[in-house]
């Protein structure tokens, strides 16, 4: 069963992918859908994208296993909408055409901006990649029994099978069909729980209080996160995080105007809303009907606690189809991130940077599948060093990296008049740079106890999210390199009114 569920999901996705082949002929159909999607369709392929592996798994493995402290991502991932909300999805579907680097583009023409820019973003897509990865290993170990490094290999085959023929067209149906499966299977497992405490919120959190071996203390803050800073730092990196994300904000594109990208964050907020808040059901079953002795047996880092729950309150059949909506969950966003890099790389380092302009839409479009196989082969070969690492966390890695190398330099682009070149790329690789040390130097890296990370010491920073120091530096070295260069010109101000009208009416 679990097995014919697989190939389904496999099967549905590879015929979506054939459909939209056909589509697939030049540069506009392969980053940005040629701009065709209407608000409901990109809001739930939003949703689709965003509500990844670390939401459904690895969020509900942290609530099983902390408690109060899991529940965070939750709240985080779904409050960070208010920002894309009111700061972000206007100016840059006005700005920008096909990628992130386009809106800055849009007011620096400096082919060093336009190269940074693309640098982060294919940054943050392969550290968000890994994160799916390697919740898609441990999936398929448990759901068809097969090794960790094989089941890496399968998901980062299919990716690139997807974003190589089918390109936009086949990411974002592929997102619209995980999204239905995903809320269906939620929904179903979220009232079974519901059931099982006879519909009584009061019932199921009395009942928690006794049901883990942390007591009362699971519905209070503090077990995973003793120190307050870390639970600031946190989300701040979750809050401010989804504004630059580059898979998420290319979204924006693939609509014909900025009113229907304000449409599709709406639809997209209500679907995650409804979504995160059955996250609570997700965890607080698993944690009173599996136990967190079970979870970590099959997996350290927890990420396979719906699945568990599933198989404990359904049998085999729901604990088939739940694990592969999971495996949808993870091949719809892995696409996602794939097409990003690969856009990236193809239309910013290859077209503007390399070709100046004048590579031609069959060379691009050669470009960007050749840079979805690189970016595919890369991503797979670091996520078999991060096995054992919760997927939740890895994911507010890349929020961190987004929050502190991206969102800067977006919110000073659009809103600050003063602003320059060389703050825009001081900005970006001072955050982008200081996220990646303060990561390395953390106890995600290094733990005095064996297994317990990927080296064995004593980190030199105590915080596991470096948000709370490297979004402060982000915004402080966008602002300091802007202020130690040279003041602008008319024609920089000129610059700057023209682009302030052209990201509020379009243009």
Known sequence: MAIALFCGIVLLTLVITYYASKKTNNTSEFYTAGGGLKGWQNGTAIAGDYMSAASFLGIAGSIALVGYDGFFYSIGFLVAYLVVLYLV????????????????????????????????????????????????????????????VTSVLIVGVLMTIYVVFGGMHATSWVQISKAVLLMLGTFVISIIVFAKFDFSLVNMFEHMKTATPLSEAFLNPGNKYKVPIETISLNLALVLGTAGLPHILIRFFTVKDARTARSSVVYATWIIGIFYVM?????????????????????????????????????????????????????????????????????????????????????????????????????????????????????????????????????????????????AVSGMLVGLISTILLVALSPNIWNPEAGKAIFVGDPIIPLTNPGIISIPLGFLAAFVGTLLSSRNSAKDEAKYAEVLVKANIGG
Do not use: C
């Open 89 to 148: 999805a206007e100016p840059l579907r006005n700005l920008g055409k096909y990628t992130v680097a386009d809106m800055i583009a849009a007011r620096f023409a400096d082919k060093k901006v336009r190269g940074v820019a693309a640098l982060n973003t294919i940054s943050i897509s392969i550290f968000y990649m890994i994160a799916q990865l390697v919740g898609a290993g441990a999936l398929i170990k448990l759901l068809l029994g097969l090794d960790y």
């Open 279 to 423: 996250t609570i059901f997700l965890g607080f079953g698993a944690a009173a009907f599996v136990g967190a002795a079970d979870i970590t047996e099959v997996d350290a880092g927890g990420n396979m606690a719906a699945p568990l729950l599933a198989k404990a309150l359904g049998g085999d059949f729901l604990f088939a189809f739940i694990s592969a909506v999971a495996f949808a969950t993870i091949l719809a966003v892995v696409t996602g991130l794939v097409l990003s890099a690969a856009s990236a790389f193809a239309h910013d380092f290859y077209g503007q940077i390399v070709r100046r302009g004048q590579s031609t839409e069959k060379e691009q479009l050669k470009m960007a599948r050749y840079a979805s196989i690189g970016v595919s082969v890369v991503s797979i070969l670091l996520a078999l060093f991060a096995q054992k690492m919760n997927v939740a966390f890895l994911v507010s890695l890349a929020f961190a990296v987004a929050a502190s190398a991206n969102l800067p330099v977006i919110l000073f682009t659009v809103f600050w008049k003063r602003f320059n070149t060389a703050g």
